[in-house]
């Protein structure tokens, strides 16, 4: 039997579960990004325990305020990650824009939000799964690299444009970007990182 090489196999199998993912959800017209994470990628995590599970609930609530804010003018995923927010996706107008971060904004423990919400027509089922694919890339591509540790950045994709986020050193955010422009299809990296000193990634390790 003939043995794809391990990048191929590890993107194939990447590719199908993400883009099955994006399959499914692509017809609602508001989408919540993030997963619970398994215990392993929570050791792994650089945030707290605490910051995990209030990223959670600020994705998990994110949905029922955007649908009473926006009713069904809005193709929106919201992502979380130590209480930073990003708004990604599709909205009818500047108003229903500026009223979703509004929305966003005011979920118990948000700290500040990252409104790249655009005023367009919603994006394809084409289109939706093609993000899917690069947001599958690019985490494989961070893997096969060696020198990032992939379970510290999160990958989102809208549009053929990449957003990063996680708590980095401006080196670590200067090589996944880097590495993110790399992958075949990705037109813009945006870099969403909140970043920490060595000093600071040093103790965290060593609490690890």
Not at 17 to 31: E, I, M, Q, R, Y
Not at 33 to 59: F, H, K, P, W
Not at 97 to 114: C, L, M, P, Q, W
């Amino acid at each position: 039997m003939t043995m794809m090489p391990r990048r191929f196999s590890l993107l194939a199998t990447l590719a199908l579960a993400t883009v099955t993912s994006a399959l499914t959800t692509a017809c609602a017209p508001l989408l919540i990004g993030g997963a619970v994470a398994s215990g392993a990628l929570m050791y792994n995590d650089r945030r707290t325990s605490g910051a995990q599970l209030e990223d959670q609930a600020i994705e998990f609530k994110a949905g029922p305020r955007l649908k009473e804010a926006l009713g069904e003018r809005a193709h929106l995923n919201v992502t979380s990650y130590n209480r930073l927010v990003l708004i990604t996706g599709e909205v009818a107008t500047d108003a229903d824009r500026e009223a979703a971060e509004k929305a966003i904004a005011g979920i118990d423990n948000v700290r500040s939000t990252v409104n790249e919400a655009a005023v367009m027509g919603f994006s394809s089922l084409t289109a939706r799964s093609n993000d899917a694919l690069l947001t599958s890339k690019v985490k494989a591509a961070f893997i096969d690299n060696g020198n990032i540790q992939a379970s510290a950045i999160k990958v989102i994709t809208e549009r053929s444009t990449v957003y990063l986020m996680g708590r980095v050193t401006e080196k670590e955010a200067d090589k996944a970007a880097e590495v993110a422009r790399t992958v075949s299809g990705v037109q813009k990296v945006v870099r969403v990182f909140e970043m920490i000193s060595e000093a600071e990634l040093k103790a965290l390790d060593t609490k690890k």
